[in-house]
């Protein structure tokens, strides 16, 4: 009698824990379908100004757009342009800074790299669970888009790595117009990524 009267506490608290574990797994699941929604949303909506700002500029301009200078660096958070990988089916819009928050709903403007135009390499971090997932199946000479509102810049990958967080080198200077696309190694990986996955792309002479 005394195992039976035992068992009665024992099981009530698997229950109780049983719900515990129900209630944090939905919760947890809706903040995921929270932040999905909120960068679904976010993108489509920024994509929708930025289609309708380039529409403005092109009705307005007397130059060609790829003539214009490159413009200062736009306010923190905002948007910088859209990014495009055609063969991988990327198109995400670019903000300016990495901070947790820009990285939930776009991929980000590393702050001290060229802006897209320029004469430098353009630094862009993204999460490798959202918007750069499909990098782990870029390959060398994939074209890589990134447009703003002084034009559109097509860039050629030319090599890919991975580095150590500590490796901010590969974002320095290269010599020539590019791009350096940043995010966590390896893709699957459950946690905080232990490496950064570094695409290498050269700017082609515009046409």
Same mark, same amino acid.
Request: proline share 6%; hydrophobic share 40%.
């Given at each position: 009698?005394?195992?039976? *009267?035992?068992?009665?506490?024992?099981?009530?608290?698997? %229950?109780?824990?049983?719900?515990? +574990?129900?209630?944090?797994?939905?919760?947890?699941?809706?903040?995921? *379908?929270?932040?999905?929604?909120?960068?679904?949303?976010?993108?489509?909506?920024?994509? #929708?100004?930025?289609?309708?700002? *380039?529409?403005? %500029?092109?009705?307005?301009?007397?130059?060609?757009?790829?003539?214009?200078?490159?413009?200062?660096?736009?306010?923190?958070?905002?948007?910088?342009?859209?990014?495009?990988?055609?063969? *991988?089916?990327?198109?995400?819009? &670019?903000?300016?800074?990495?901070?947790?928050?820009?990285?939930?709903?776009?991929?980000?403007?590393?702050?001290?790299?060229? +802006?897209?135009?320029?004469?430098?390499?353009?630094?862009?971090?993204?999460?490798?669970?959202?918007?750069? #997932?499909?990098?782990?199946?870029?390959?060398?000479?994939?074209?890589?888009?990134?447009?703003?509102?002084?034009?559109?810049? #097509?860039?050629?990958?030319?090599?890919?790595?991975?580095?150590?967080?500590?490796?901010?080198? &590969?974002?320095?200077?290269?010599?020539?117009?590019?791009?350096?696309?940043?995010?966590?190694?390896?893709?699957?990986?459950?946690?905080?990524?232990?490496?950064?996955?570094?695409?290498?792309?050269?700017?082609?002479?515009?046409?």
């Amino acid at each position: 009698m005394r195992v039976v *009267l035992g068992a009665i506490p024992a099981a009530r608290t698997l %229950k109780l824990a049983e719900h515990a +574990l129900t209630m944090v797994g939905t919760l947890a699941l809706g903040y995921c *379908l929270v932040v999905y929604l909120e960068a679904k949303f976010y993108q489509a909506r920024e994509a #929708r100004d930025f289609a309708r700002e *380039l529409r403005l %500029k092109e009705g307005n301009k007397a130059a060609p757009m790829d003539s214009v200078p490159a413009v200062a660096t736009p306010a923190k958070h905002g948007v910088v342009g859209r990014l495009e990988i055609p063969r *991988l089916g990327v198109s995400v819009m &670019v903000v300016e800074e990495v901070d947790d928050s820009d990285l939930k709903r776009a991929v980000g403007h590393i702050p001290g790299t060229a +802006l897209p135009g320029e004469s430098g390499n353009v630094g862009i971090a993204g999460h490798r669970d959202t918007f750069l #997932r499909p990098l782990r199946s870029i390959q060398r000479d994939d074209t890589i888009t990134v447009s703003s509102l002084q034009g559109a810049y #097509r860039y050629r990958v030319v090599s890919t790595n991975v580095v150590s967080p500590k490796d901010v080198q &590969v974002l320095d200077p290269t010599g020539r117009a590019s791009l350096t696309l940043v995010t966590c190694f390896p893709f699957e990986y459950v946690g905080s990524a232990p490496k950064r996955f570094i695409v290498h792309a050269e700017r082609g002479p515009e046409k």
